[in-house]
Nanobody, 119 residues
Framework: QVQLVESGGGLVQPGGSLRLSCAASGILFSRSAMAWYRQAPGKQRELVATIPAGGSADYVDSVKGRFTISRDNTLKMVYLQMNNLKPEDTAVYYC?????????????WGQGTQVTVSS
């Protein structure tokens, strides 16, 4: 079955960095669009960054210039490098895989990893 397993979250001071990783299995990874979402307490889940199967990455405005999404199709991994972290980046971060096969679409989620930015 499809599994997405996130890691790399933790507690970091403002201005610090973290690198999130997402290991995928059971999925046509090279054909999947990968993304990172986050959900802060009391807020809706929001899209943070996307990287399609072939194409350019995109980011929500609030993280542009600070976060970088990347993928390794050989290892079936997707990463989110987060620099200059701010308290408002505090959230549970989720890895998402989206795949289209013919007329059918599939979306898979990881369990999430907590990122806390605080002094």
């Amino acid at each position: 079955q499809v599994q997405l397993v996130e890691s790399g979250g933790g507690l970091v001071q403002p201005g610090g960095s973290l690198r999130l990783s997402c290991a995928a299995s059971g999925i046509l990874f090279s054909r999947s669009a990968m993304a990172w979402y986050r959900q802060a307490p009391g807020k809706q889940r929001e899209l943070v960054a996307t990287i399609p199967a072939g194409g350019s990455a995109d980011y929500v405005d609030s993280v542009k210039g600070r976060f970088t999404i990347s993928r390794d199709n050989t290892l079936k991994m997707v990463y989110l490098q987060m620099n200059n972290l701010k308290p408002e980046d505090t959230a549970v971060y989720y890895c998402n895989a989206a795949l289209w096969l013919g007329s059918r679409s599939y979306s898979y989620w990881g369990q999430g990893t907590q990122v806390t930015v605080s002094s």
